[in-house]
């Protein structure tokens, strides 16, 4: 997410002699690994957080919509600083702070101490996470890279896979007596083996000249989010006061200011927090709410699934966990063909047809949860889950590709920062909405005897919006290059590499 649209002075290769490279990977994959599982991670135990801490539904929304908004106004800054000072020596701030944040979640007395600790989080994911394919790109010489990216594809598809399995066992295993904390206690050794590690094998790099800090700039995304996610959270309990709705309506007047103030900024100094010139291009515009519209999607289903298993049907966090196997799997699955085979021959059609497929899953769901309504089984939802992953996976993989495509080659490292930014907004946004499609469904008072009617039809309610959000997808989607080009190395959906062509980062000895 940092931006590459640097004028790098000539540098040479990396040594490819240099076997420490190899142990700087593996640090870095792990420092991935640790966020990809950490978002993932909490979905699982949110039932049993809300059960041991009597946290409301709006602070459970929060424990996981605070991380992502973090996370997102971060990003960008994040990789800035690491240009400016060092990816290393960012990184190593954002891991030793990210295990700090972890275990003050682990050792949080009450949910507002959670949401507090979940937040750090979220900011320190956005110094470390940036860093790790600089720090690749810094590290390895051209013709290794290509092996290193099949490798961190992999790291992604574990983490997606493993996050919920490794919640759902270390809650359920109620490690001496923690309940759900273990979940955030174990990045502790994690992180201090990393830190410990990383100072020893990484390599320093910097870039020359680096562009500046925009700190208005993100002071104004994240107070614009804010502005709009707080009322939608709390907005129900709260019985829907006129103060939610005026500060939902200023939100649009901040981002409104943001807008002027980058353009202002670009024309002052070049160095934007947003490269608004990008938006004049079509399909990275498409491209930008596709994104955003999918994160809300994701947000929405995610949360929403869990506490319909769990809370609902009243199944215990493993096997909620072992019943989400099948999508992970078929996400994965479909991911790897649609990049390797089916993209290069159909082209856009292939993300089409995946918006197609899962909400042709979502609406599978939607009809077998309302047939067997408590009595359903997981091998009944492994249909629509196979499914609903078969089309996630056949949209994830090749999207930023897609996206990128037509952006000129000097802004591609601004324009994929923005991609991940705006999806992790998405996903904050989706989160706040759960509040409205979900629980705005749902009785603030029920009988025990209520609970899981209600959560079932509060499941149905909502994934009708999930349905609608990725129709919505489909269309935009018509904006996106019918055949996308292949210019930008890189990890889609993570984080691209610099641009093939540009010169090496600058190594500091």
């Not at 010489?141 to 594809?153: I, N, Q, T, W």
């Not at 918006?355 to 009944?380: K, R």
Request: charged share 15%; with cysteine; proline share 5%.
């Amino acid at each position: 997410m940092h931006s590459t649209d640097i004028a790098h002075a000539p540098t040479p290769e990396p040594a490819t002699g240099d076997r420490r490279r190899w142990f700087a990977l593996a640090i870095v994959m792990t420092a991935a690994f640790m966020d990809l599982v950490d978002v993932t991670i909490v979905n699982i135990a949110v039932p049993s957080i809300q059960r041991d801490e009597g946290a409301t539904f709006s602070q459970i929304q929060w424990i996981t919509a605070g991380y992502a908004l973090a996370f997102a106004a971060g990003l960008v800054t994040g990789g800035r600083l690491g240009d400016i000072h060092g990816r290393k020596r960012v990184f190593l701030v954002g891991i030793g702070g990210f295990t700090v944040a972890s275990a003050l979640c682990g050792l949080a007395v009450n949910p507002e101490m959670l949401v507090a600790s979940r937040i750090l989080q979220g900011a320190m994911a956005a110094l470390m996470v940036p860093q790790v394919l600089s720090i690749v790109h810094a590290t390895f010489p051209a013709h290794e890279r290509g092996k290193v990216f099949g490798l961190f594809g992999a790291i992604v598809g574990l983490g997606a896979v493993s996050g919920p399995l490794l919640g759902a066992l270390l809650t359920e295993g109620n490690l001496f007596g923690l309940e759900w904390r273990p979940i955030f206690l174990i990045n502790l050794p994690v992180g201090v083996a990393a830190l410990f590690l990383g100072s020893r094998f990484i390599t320093e790099s910097k870039a020359p000249r680096a562009l500046k800090l925009d700190l208005p700039g993100v002071a104004l995304v994240t107070l614009a989010l804010l502005m709009l996610l707080y009322p939608l959270t709390r907005g129900r309990e709260l019985g829907w006061p006129v103060w939610g709705y005026v500060s939902m309506a200023g939100a649009l007047v901040v981002f409104a200011a943001l807008v002027a103030y980058e353009r202002a900024k670009g024309a002052r100094d070049g160095s934007p927090l947003i490269e608004l010139s990008l938006f004049r291009v079509k399909s990275f515009a498409a491209g930008i709410a596709v994104q955003t519209v999918f994160g809300v999607g994701l947000g929405v289903f995610f949360l929403v699934w869990t506490l319909y298993m769990q809370i609902g049907l009243g199944w215990s966090a493993l096997r909620a966990g072992l019943t989400g196997v099948p999508f992970s799997v078929a996400v994965s699955v479909a991911a790897g063909m649609s990049v390797q085979q089916l993209v290069p021959r159909f082209g856009r059609k292939v993300l089409q047809a995946g918006a197609l497929v899962m909400a042709a899953g979502v609406l599978i769901y939607l009809a077998e949860a309302g047939h067997y309504g408590l009595g359903i089984t997981s091998w009944q939802m492994a249909l629509p889950l196979v499914v609903m992953g078969a089309g996630m996976g056949l949209i994830v993989a090749p999207l930023t590709d897609a996206v990128l495509s037509e952006v000129p080659r000097e802004h591609a490292g601004s324009a994929s920062g923005l991609i991940n930014t705006v999806q992790q907004m998405g996903h904050a946004l989706g989160l706040g909405l759960v509040s409205v499609v979900f629980f705005g469904v749902i009785d603030e008072r029920l009988a025990p005897a209520e609970v899981g009617p209600a959560f079932v039809d509060g499941f149905t309610h909502a994934l009708g919006w999930v349905a609608a959000v990725l129709g919505a997808i489909f269309l935009l989607m018509f904006a996106l290059p019918k055949r996308p080009a292949q210019h930008v190395e890189g990890a889609a959906g993570v984080e691209e590499a610099p641009v093939a062509g540009e010169k090496e980062p600058e190594l500091v000895p």
